[in-house]
Nanobody
Framework: QVQLVESGGGLVQAGGSLRLSCAAS????????MGWFRQAPGREREFVAG????????HYADSVKGRFTIARDSARNTVYLQMNSLKPVDTAVYYC????????????????WGQGTQVTVSS
């Protein structure tokens, strides 16, 4: 069972950048499909980005395409979310998630979650 711990959240001005990290435990981390999700106050959790275990496929929400990038460093058992050109609407708690299948969809297959990290973008 993989365990996930996010870090890197904080307060940033609109137009700025942040890089979130998700450190994973477990020997089979490299084979897991990883995803980033977010939940803003009063809203449902939504998908942000995903990366297959094989590394051959990524998928992004339309709202972050061209601004966010998901990447994995298997040697460090870490997945990253590089967020550029941040907007106030990106303010949310960001969660890292993992699943064993080598596919991003369907999203309800993500069963392992981190505790979340807060990202606040000021205008």
């Amino acid at each position: 069972q993989v365990q996930l711990v996010e870090s890197g959240g904080g307060l940033v001005q609109a137009g700025g950048s942040l890089r979130l990290s998700c450190a994973a435990s477990g020997r089979t981390f490299a084979s897991y499909t990883m995803g980033w999700f977010r939940q803003a106050p009063g809203r449902e959790r939504e998908f942000v980005a995903g990366l297959t275990g094989s590394g051959d496929s990524t998928h992004y929400a339309d709202s972050v395409k061209g601004r966010f990038t998901i990447a994995r460093d298997s040697a460090r058992n870490t997945v990253y979310l590089q967020m550029n050109s941040l907007k106030p609407v990106d303010t949310a708690v960001y969660y890292c998630a993992a699943k064993v299948w080598d596919r991003i969809l369907p999203l309800n297959e993500f069963r392992t979650w981190g505790q979340g990290t807060q990202v606040t973008v000021s205008s």
